[in-house]
């Protein structure tokens, strides 16, 4: 089997699942249906970090800036603003918003700003100082968030009044939310495979792979590394507006250093430059959080384990995450049974 049938072979299993998920999440009841939907928002997050984590080879503690900043702009604009617009089939109902369309325009639109800025001051450093960069500018983010009251009410957050219609349906409910998150996160998925599969995704693998050889054979690294970052930070704040609708609520954990330490921990879990590794370390972290943290009181260290399992797999089987062990297993018994036949 050819490389190119075994790349449409995984897009084929890929669809053939969301399209199961699609069938099977009204047969659930509301509390399934909802962690369904988080999952799907917390799975472009950790995409738009495997860009730089998988593909590119740079670990930020900073991701969730980006995430944040857009959370908190598409909050601010469906409570704080008095005035209605409407824009062809996206309108926003309640007469203190903007619009689904411009929700999302200025809510990613502040996400890539930050990205810029960020990443201009970031991306020349490397290493440990690239990690703790990006952290300290995290922390610039969650300060503003925690002292400037004034616009994004402290501690006590920002409760968002509800969701916007699209096509002239209403979004409150879970399920048609569920659709509406299912769809955008497809969007964001057959984005990201495209730009990871292009010219310009496959240099990024090549300067994290070999960055010097890719220097002299001429190639800009810090300018590649530069739009990688304002690329992922594009599809975090896509999250971050995504999250803002799921849970109407948004406040200073959201730019926290542990959701940024959560995004990294699924996308290393789950296995960088995979994309639907990512998404299913999401799929893990976020169903224990919701689910074992009922019956478990510590549950971190459950995820701890796993995580734990899942490195010492991956040193053993010489791969990363859990769809590469996947993966290697695969491959080793397909040649056993190569070798039997």
């Known amino acids: 089997m050819t490389g190119s049938e075994i790349e449409r072979r995984r897009i084929m299993i890929v669809m053939g699942v969301f399209a199961a998920l699609a069938l099977i999440t009204p047969f659930l009841d509301l509390f399934l249906q909802s962690l369904v939907t988080e999952i799907l928002v917390f799975g472009i997050l950790a995409m ?41 089939i996206f309108t926003w109902t309640d007469s203190s918003g903007l619009g689904l369309f ?31 960069i990006t952290l300290s ?37 879970g399920l048609p939310f569920f659709y509406f998150t299912l769809a955008v996160f497809l969007l964001c998925l057959g984005v990201i495979y495209l730009i990871t599969r292009s010219p310009f995704g496959r240099t990024l693998v090549g300067i994290r792979e070999r960055e010097e050889r890719m220097e002299m054979l001429g190639y800009n690294i810090w ?38 330490a959560e995004a990294l921990f699924m996308v290393a879990l789950g ?22 943290s009922i019956y478990v009181e510590r549950w971190p260290l459950i995820l701890g384990s796993i995580y734990i ?27 056993a049974d190569n070798s039997e036949g």
Not at 230 to 251: P, Q, R
């Open 48 to 88: 738009s970090l495997d860009i730089l984590l998988g593909f590119t080879g740079l670990a930020s503690l900073g991701h969730a800036a980006y995430f944040g900043v857009a959370s908190y702009a598409s909050a601010i604009i469906m409570t704080k603003q008095s005035w209605t617009v409407t824009y062809a």
């Open 102 to 132: 411009y929700l999302f325009i200025i809510g990613v639109l502040v996400a890539v700003a930050f990205a810029v800025l960020f990443g201009f001051l970031a991306i020349r450093a490397k290493d440990v100082y690239f990690l703790m």
């Open 137 to 173: 500018l995290a922390m610039v983010v969650w300060g503003l968030a925690y002292r400037w009251s004034a616009v994004t009410e402290g501690d006590n957050g920002i409760i968002v009044p509800g969701r916007p219609s699209l096509f002239g349906i209403s979004l409150e409910e």
């Open 223 to 260: 300018l590649h590394k530069y739009l990688a970052f304002i690329i992922a930070g594009t599809f975090s704040g896509v999250a971050g507006v995504m999250w803002t609708l799921y849970n109407l609520f948004v406040s200073p954990p959201d730019v926290e250093l542990i959701t940024s």
């Open 271 to 292: 296995g960088p430059a995979t994309l639907i590794g990512p998404v299913i370390g999401a799929a893990i972290i976020r169903s224990l959080q919701q689910l074992a």
């Open 309 to 335: 399992i899942t490195i010492m797999l991956s040193r053993l089987y010489g791969v990363d995450g859990i769809l590469g062990i996947a993966n290697k297993l695969r491959s080793s018994s397909a040649a």
